[in-house]
């Protein structure tokens, strides 16, 4: 079966689980901004957890089967209608042939999981179909879908199912839990405190590679960076400026900022779904 994309939000991509084997090679993971949520779509049609599906950032697309074909949409709440008429999130949607699904922007959250019951049949690149922008592989042609855009559906099945999971509400006020990272102890007593009980607000400039925090800067070290080291999604690294930036999916594999804290999978979770302008305040786990 074919999925033709009629309209297109701010971006959406074609991700899976990532690219875990080849960061030792400099080759970053891509894959989920909201693991829970994307493996939550692909569970619903009883696929793996980590197979390749839609993520759609803040708002959703517009598009047409032309075959029938059972669907999930999980994650931010996109409000999806099935020609013309309202369904729910988080649960098996049955789209009838030549059905038009279009999702608008969300109320809730930041990034919905578009999920089908079969294979998205692009090619793996070093074993994932994640797409990768920065340097264009994976997904479709190593780009963000676009008006117009092929997708073939390969292996499809009806699924049927009547279970239902409830909608989660993403709050635009979080807390989220964190470890003590690998320059912790670089930093006074203060300045550790001052992370912990600061309320930073999302910045506009955050992005799939990593998402920007503004408050009251951290007093940096006398030395403020560090030989070029690995880091992870979930590294908090301190600029130069004083500034947190939360190292996401697509973010390279080694830095030379501090790095103060690493944030739980819960916490990325919980922190990919923020919107702009969406406060936050780090946990000591």
């Not at 920007?212 to 960076?225: A, F, H, N």
Request: hydrophobic share 40%; charged share 20%; net charge positive.
């Amino acid at each position: 079966m074919q999925i033709e994309i009629i309209s297109l939000g701010l971006s959406a991509t074609l991700q899976d689980g990532g690219r875990t084997q080849f960061l030792d090679k400099g080759i970053p993971r891509a894959g989920f901004m909201d693991i829970d949520a994307a493996h939550l779509a692909n569970i619903l049609l009883n696929r793996d957890p980590n197979a390749v599906l839609i993520e759609m950032m803040l708002l959703g697309i517009k598009f047409k089967v032309n075959k029938a074909v059972s669907i999930a949409i999980t994650g931010a709440n996109m409000h999806p209608k099935v020609n013309g008429e309202q369904v729910a999130i988080n649960k098996v949607i049955q789209v009838p042939k030549d059905g038009i699904v279009s999702l608008s922007g969300a109320s809730s959250g930041m990034y919905g999981y578009l999920s089908f019951s079969g294979d998205i049949n692009v090619e793996s690149v070093f074993e994932s179909k994640s797409t990768y922008l920065t340097a264009a592989i994976g997904g479709l042609n190593g780009k963000a879908l676009k008006k117009g855009d092929l997708l073939s559906v390969i292996n499809t099945n009806s699924v049927s199912s009547n279970a239902k999971i409830k909608a989660t509400t993403y709050k635009n006020t979080i807390q989220i839990e964190c470890l003590k990272g690998p320059e912790w102890h670089q930093f006074k007593k203060e300045t550790q405190d001052q992370l912990l009980n600061t309320t930073y607000t999302v910045s506009k400039n955050s992005n799939r590679i990593g998402i920007r925090l503004e408050g009251t800067p951290i007093k940096m070290p006398s030395v403020d960076e560090i030989i070029s080291s690995g880091i992870v999604k979930g590294t908090v690294q301190i600029t130069k400026a004083g500034n947190p930036i939360v190292m996401m999916a697509d973010a390279p594999t080694t830095g030379g900022y501090m790095r103060l804290v690493n944030l739980t999978e819960k916490a990325i979770n919980q922190l990919a779904q923020l919107p702009i302008g969406g406060k936050v305040q780090f946990v000591l786990k």
